[in-house]
């Protein structure tokens, strides 16, 4: 049984470009959700999908959107980047919307300059 | 909006001993789940454990159980005969009916030998 895993570890992209993060999800989980956590933070809810559809959103920005691909691996998107975009981002799988709990991916490090 | 509040920032227990961690949480709803994740400097989140709101009986898994108080909003984690392998941060999850999860900002806890 695979887990979850996130490409790329580590990226850094200038103020204004935008980058799109990749995930693949563990087999068998239908559900991904996406999380930002700054440096000495708890992770941040962005959004879930379930079955390709987004089903969950919190307090970000439409400059932030998200994709799921039929096979479940998913995509996050952050156009127009800012420095406090800067943070790890992780991404996590689930079955039925996570009822029973996340599996994490180790995260991508996305600095700003 | 739903908050999820961890008051001790940093807590430390000697090997073998039992710890306990705090977590409260704010929100209207009566039907949600609550989770405690583990993350080491590795950064994947781990699932510790997780309680269904629904449900009176305090969640165990082997040397981690809950005490979740629901009228008083309280989901405190111990963890007994603490080993080192436990160290990390702790973090409080809450997930409402919309599919959102909040954070608590965690608890680091050392282990000493």
């Known amino acids: 049984e695979t887990g979850v895993t996130q490409s790329p570890t580590h990226l850094i992209k200038t103020r204004g470009q935008q980058v799109t993060l990749r995930c693949s999800s563990q087999?068998?989980?239908?559900?991904v959700s996406w999380y930002q956590q700054a440096l000495g933070q708890g992770p941040q809810f962005i959004f879930q999908?379930?079955?390709?559809?987004?089903?969950g959103r919190g307090n970000f920005p439409p400059r932030f959107s998200g994709l799921q691909f039929p096979n479940y691996s998913s995509e996050l998107n952050v156009n127009a980047l800012e420095l406090d975009d800067s943070a790890l981002y992780l991404c996590?799988?689930?079955?039925?919307?996570?009822?029973?709990?996340?599996?994490f991916g180790s995260g991508t490090r996305l600095t700003v300059v | 909006a739903q908050t999820v509040t961890q008051s001790q920032p940093e807590m430390s227990v000697q090997e073998a001993e039992t710890v306990t961690l705090s977590c409260t949480y704010d929100?209207?709803?009566?039907?949600?789940?609550l989770f405690w994740y583990k993350q080491p400097p590795s950064r994947q989140m781990i699932l510790v454990i997780r309680?269904?709101?629904?449900?009176?009986q305090n969640a165990t898994e082997n040397r981690f159980s809950v005490n979740f108080q629901k009228a008083a909003k309280s989901f405190s984690l111990k963890i007994s005969d603490s080993q080192l392998g436990d160290a990390a941060m702790y973090f409080c999850?809450?997930?409402?009916?919309?599919?959102?999860?909040?954070f608590g900002t965690g608890t680091s806890l050392t282990v000493i030998p």
């Open positions: 996590a799988s689930s079955l039925k919307g996570g009822h029973y709990g996340y599996t």
């Open positions: 309680q269904e709101a629904y449900k009176q």
């Open positions: 929100t209207s709803e009566s039907d949600y789940y």
């Open positions: 087999s068998g989980h239908n559900t």
């Open positions: 999908y379930y079955r390709e559809e987004e089903n």
């Open positions: 999850a809450y997930r409402n009916t919309g599919n959102q999860f909040y």
